[in-house]
């Protein structure tokens, strides 16, 4: 039976499990190596484990914590934004759809940034895509109109994230063929889909509803910096 509760700490169960080498840790805190994601997790969240993240946050850089917990910035760290999500996980998804996207490489991640950037599905970087499989949409003169992945990997559970679409490209489905796409493949491993969606972006909530999805829970996604 699959533990939900590592989902209340997501990415810290991941980079002490599954992900431990995509990541750095010390002590009670652990974080995905810069150049993949500036997600990371606590073990606690006191001024003890914020003090021993402080060795793996550059001075001048972010870094993003998923948390079911309340979050209280000890004086030494400067709070950007904590923004609430939902947690929605799928334990029936949906078969493979007819339409099949093209996987990711290294050789796309200038294109993949350049679309996340502008889009904003999440933290994403120019590494994200080694953190799992990435596939995306491409139009006939070859550019690419909207991809999906997979990000955290913990217990029997896999992140789907970067859920993007060009703007001149939606409303043609693309994000329900890929979302759809990626789910299967991760349920095809006896593996469970989880998401994590804004709480004030309806369109996106219903799309993954109508695939399977259903909310765990509210969490908080809190993004800080070393002050």
């Not at 329900?176 to 998401?195: D, M, N």
Request: hydrophobic share 50%; net charge negative.
């Amino acid at each position: 039976m699959t533990d939900f509760s590592v989902l209340d700490d997501p990415a810290w169960h991941a980079l002490t499990t599954h992900h431990a080498v995509l990541g750095q840790r010390n002590g009670a805190a652990a974080r995905y190596r810069t150049e993949l994601s500036p997600i990371g997790g606590l073990a606690r969240y006191d001024a003890g484990a914020f003090a021993e993240l402080r060795p793996l946050v550059a001075s001048d850089e972010a870094v993003g914590l998923v948390s079911a917990q309340q979050v209280e910035v000890p004086a030494d760290w400067e709070l950007l934004q904590a923004v609430p999500v939902f947690q929605m996980v799928c334990e029936a998804p949906p078969a493979l759809p007819e339409l099949m996207p093209v996987p990711l490489t290294a050789s796309d991640a200038a294109e993949a940034l350049e679309l996340a950037t502008a889009t904003e599905p999440g933290p994403f970087r120019a590494g994200t895509l080694g953190m799992g499989r990435y596939f995306g949409l491409r139009a006939a003169d070859g550019r690419l109109m909207a991809m999906t992945g997979e990000r955290m990997r913990l217990g029997q559970l896999t992140e789907v994230s970067a859920v993007c679409t060009w703007p001149e490209f939606r409303g043609r489905g693309l994000a329900k063929v890929l979302v759809a796409h990626v789910s299967a493949l991760i349920a095809a491993e006896g593996r469970v889909p989880f998401l994590h969606v804004k709480t004030e972006n309806a369109a996106a909530i219903a799309l993954y509803e109508k695939l399977g999805f259903v909310v765990r829970r509210e969490l908080t996604f809190t993004v800080v910096r070393p002050g």
